[in-house]
């Protein structure tokens, strides 16, 4: 149980496009979902926090506008990069809470993106 | 400011040994910590959740929790070199953050 998974796993893209990234629990209902990025050798850092059917709280220095998340069901958030830049690369791992252990955060695969 | 340390290693431990990683945190009321293993370029799994003071064991590991201490730490028994990855320890702190923070992970090594 608590299967977190993600799409895409890694996507390259040129600069100025969008990207969308999807994460999906997918055997238990998740209340909140978090989206962290991760740059090589360096621990994760929490970007935003998603609740459903709530805007996400975001982390200071977090550009709301950039990276736009919706959580539009309890087992779906989505992260979309808007306008990405070669600073914009990097490890995008999203987390979800379940509802009946709810300090603990169960890991999506991650996604690798690239920017030209 | 909410902080978790953890000393970044690497440690490295011959085949076989007990490996002892360490983290402290900032927040004296926090209740739920966790650890997290990594493989390089994989995201974190969970390995141990604990929340009551004192041993909480799972097969080759052990998490140790001190509240006074403000310290949590996760033994390995009989390390294998596939035991090599970072390892994650995260805290929820309390006061309506309701969310982790992590440390920046120590780097352990487990030579033949």
């Known amino acids: 149980g608590a299967v977190v998974s993600q799409h895409p796993s890694w996507v390259i893209c040129k600069s100025g496009t969008s990207v969308k990234i999807e994460c999906r629990s997918l055997d238990f209902q998740a209340t909140t979902m978090f989206w962290y990025r991760q740059f090589p050798k360096q621990s994760l850092m929490l970007m935003a926090t998603?609740?459903?059917?709530?805007?996400?709280?975001?982390e200071q220095g977090v550009e709301k506008d950039k990276f736009l998340i919706n959580h539009a069901s309890l087992t779906l958030s989505t992260l979309t990069v808007t306008s990405a830049h070669p600073e914009d690369s990097s490890f995008y791992i999203c987390?979800?809470?379940?509802?009946?252990?709810?300090?603990?955060?169960?890991f999506g695969p991650g996604t690798r993106l690239t920017v030209l | 400011q909410k902080e978790v340390e953890q000393n970044s290693g690497p440690l490295s431990v011959p085949e076989g040994a007990i490996a002892s990683l360490n983290c402290t945190y900032s927040d004296r009321v926090s209740q739920s910590f966790f650890w997290y293993r990594q493989y390089s370029g994989i995201s974190p799994e969970l390995i141990m959740s604990i929340y009551s003071n004192g041993d909480k064991e799972d097969g080759r590991f052990t998490a140790q929790l001190n509240k006074a201490s403000q310290y949590v730490s996760l033994l390995i028994r009989d390390s294998q070199p596939s035991d090599s990855a970072t390892y994650l320890c995260?805290?929820?702190?309390?006061?309506?953050?309701?969310?982790?923070?992590f440390g920046a992970g120590t780097r352990l090594a487990v030579h033949p």
């Open positions: 998603s609740n459903e059917g709530s805007k996400a709280t975001y």
């Open positions: 995260a805290v929820n702190f309390s006061g309506g953050y309701n969310k982790l923070i």
């Open positions: 987390s979800a809470r379940n509802r009946i252990l709810t300090d603990t955060q169960y």
